[in-house]
């Protein structure tokens, strides 16, 4: 059996579970050899990635706005992308930022 993924939550001040939408497909995917092998022969080709981008472009694959509702206030962060996201009270004492495994300064992260 894999461990789920548990987390600090800083409002309940617990561990918590994280619930991860298509998690079992996901851990076939990517946890078992079979599944690692489909990926491999299905999902990283051109024809795949084809196919996909048809179907997502489809009317009925479109995003309800009440499905991901984005805060009105204009000091609230709004991170568009799905991912975890990190948070540093202050940006100037931080050490760096990691991108990908890549660290950046600040400078270096704004350009």
Partial sequence: MVEPIRFFNRYTRALATE???????????YENPLGRASVWLLA?????SA?????MNKRRSALKPECRPIASD?????????GRHLAFPDVDAA????????????A????
């Fill in 44 to 48: 990283r080709r051109k024809w795949f």
């Fill in 19 to 29: 619930q991860i939408f298509g998690e079992k497909w996901l851990r076939f995917a």
């Fill in 74 to 82: 204009p000091r609230t962060a709004v991170l568009p992308a799905d």
């Fill in 51 to 55: 196919y996909y981008g048809l179907k």
């Fill in 95 to 106: 050490d760096g930022f990691y991108v990908k495994g890549v660290k950046f300064t600040l």
């Fill in 108 to 111: 270096e992260l704004l350009g």
